[in-house]
């Protein structure tokens, strides 16, 4: 399975930036929607943390630091996960990162849960 980040970038506090992760090799008879997906970030120097996540059946799920800012969402028939956010703060710069697990759910969402991870695309916000 490789997933790839687009969309990330410089962008000013109170702004919003939509990124993309597409999802190819997830096998024969598979496609995206038969895995959870979500976005992490890390911050330089800090863990990485769960931002959103979205489960084969279409529940989401948001970290308190982002509800309300932000939604994720799927194209199933694209194989494509999104993240739309708003209302950027300085504290939102970090690396985003996709993730995807046929087994993952959202009851814990931890990064050990994920087997699969893009590279990242970085989003600045100043």
């Known amino acids: 399975v490789q997933l790839v980040e687009s969309g990330g970038g410089s962008v000013q506090a109170g702004g919003s930036v939509r990124l993309s992760c597409t999802a190819s090799?997830?096998?024969?008879?598979?496609?995206?929607?038969?895995?959870?997906m979500a976005w992490f970030r890390q911050p330089p120097g800090k863990e990485r943390e769960v931002v959103a996540a979205?489960?084969?059946?279409?529940?989401?799920k948001y970290s308190d630091s982002v509800k309300g800012r932000a939604t994720i969402s799927r194209d199933n028939a694209d194989n494509t996960l999104y993240l739309q956010m708003s209302s950027l703060k300085p504290d939102d710069s970090a690396m985003y990162y996709c993730?995807?697990?046929?087994?993952?759910?959202?009851?814990?969402?931890?990064?050990?849960?994920?087997?699969?991870w893009g590279r990242g695309t970085q989003v600045t916000v100043s």
């Open positions: 090799g997830l096998g024969y008879g598979y496609t995206a929607i038969r895995y959870c």
């Open positions: 993730a995807a697990d046929a087994w993952a759910t959202l009851a814990t969402l931890a990064v050990s849960d994920f087997s699969y």
């Open positions: 979205i489960d084969t059946d279409g529940t989401t």
